[in-house]
């Protein structure tokens, strides 16, 4: 019964966020954040539904998947040499930042790996409400999609090193982890062989007339398999959601429609209802200890910092200012992965509990400050454009 009453308000919470939304010109991922706060915090929801978290981790992988969809590696590989060259002066800049800050002002070394963490879920939130029609954005999903791969080795290494000290099991996780992307990358070339000698097999899978909707099936069948391998081999799903998308999007690209509709599926479900999650997760309480709320303003202000000095470094002959500062803002809401890298910090006792709070702060901070920001300047923009 405690269910249906929970889903109910769940319900009432996913209609009225984009009526809120367009009424305040929030983005309605900030909406659904701090609807599922105050929710919480209003006595509205009460915490701990072990169903409502299931399906809220269900919802961000497959953010994750639709991440994956918008992955063209062909397009990518035209441009493989200069992409790939500015991404390692960007991400060579931002971790060497980070590093700095953390002799500078004497750290903890978790600060090493939160501070460069990227994050491509508000990123794929940011571009389905603004779309790619911006340079920027594109650059965004670029350093997103490296950043996510990334940031996934640095919390399985981190993870690893948190629960196995320096045994033996270390190395056999870390090995485990990268023998598994290297499958995924041979994988993808014994696929694309395959369909190379009999293209017929593509419209056979995934047929043009699709009456019975046999594409999503398909579709949903491969995020889930991916998911459920990476969960047996004690790996992030996220990494399985990822790579799903990226498999349907190269492999049946035939299928334009396809995306769209999975899109649509996902933001009109199982990723609001993960936003609202998060929402959940954040005690307002917080934001009014002075110590905890200035400590979390000060790691969203390296986060900002270290991302806009490398963003200029690889990117302002590209981009321009604006749109290098843009790039910086659009990178830097690593929402969901600061949370992880947090609470396995926390776990481990690496960190105090005021440190803890402080970065699970921060990452909200994140969202909802530079999502805000971010659709403030847009909107500047366009009208300085009519004009």
């Known amino acids: 019964m405690e269910n249906y009453i929970l889903f109910t308000k769940l319900a009432l919470l996913l209609i009225s966020s984009p ?41 961000f992988f497959y953010l994750m998947f639709l991440a994956g969809l918008e992955i063209d590696l062909k397009k990518y590989a035209k441009h493989k040499n200069n992409l790939l060259n500015k991404a ?122 699709d009456s019975k909707v046999q594409s999503i099936r398909i579709s949903v069948a491969l995020f889930i398999v991916l998911t459920s391998i990476m969960n047996f081999l004690n790996i992030d799903m996220v990494l399985g959601a990822f790579f799903a998308g990226i498999f349907i999007a190269n492999f049946f690209e035939h299928k334009t429609d396809l ?63 604006k749109g290098t500062f843009l790039l910086a803002l659009g990178d830097s809401m690593p929402l969901t992965f600061l949370i992880a890298i947090a609470t396995i910090a926390y776990g481990g006792k690496q960190i105090s509990q005021n440190e803890y709070l402080s970065f699970i702060v921060a990452g909200m901070l994140s969202g909802i400050i530079i999502m805000s920001l971010l659709k403030f300047i847009i909107h500047l923009t366009k009208e300085k454009e009519v004009q």
């Open 88 to 209: 390692i002066i960007y991400f060579t800049t931002l971790y060497t930042l980070s590093f700095l800050l953390y002799l500078t002002f004497n750290l903890n070394p978790v600060y090493i790996v939160a501070i460069p963490i990227v994050s491509l879920g508000m990123i794929m939130a940011l571009i389905n409400e603004h779309g790619k029609e911006h340079k920027w954005i594109e650059v965004v999903l670029i350093v997103g999609v490296i950043g996510e791969i990334i940031s996934i080795s640095a919390i399985v290494i981190f993870e690893s090193y948190v629960h196995y000290g320096l045994k033996m099991e270390l190395y056999l996780h870390v090995l485990i982890f990268f023998g598994v992307l290297f499958a995924i990358y041979y994988s993808f070339k014994f696929v694309n062989l395959i369909f190379w000698w009999y293209p017929e097999l593509k419209k056979m899978i995934m047929p043009d007339d």
């Open 19 to 59: 009526i809120i939304s367009q009424i305040s010109r929030l983005p309605i991922v900030v909406v659904e954040i701090l609807l599922g706060s105050i929710a919480v915090w209003i006595g509205f929801i009460d915490l701990g539904n072990d169903i409502f978290a299931k399906i809220a981790k269900i919802g």
């Open 259 to 321: 995306p769209q509709t999975l899109h649509k599926i996902g933001f009109g479900f199982l990723v609001p209802l993960f936003f609202i999650y998060v929402g959940t997760t954040l005690d307002l309480n917080l934001i009014f200890s002075v110590e905890i709320l200035s400590n979390a303003l000060l790691i969203l202000l390296a986060l900002v910092f270290v991302r806009t000095v490398s963003s200029f470094v690889a990117y302002s002959s590209y981009l321009g200012a």
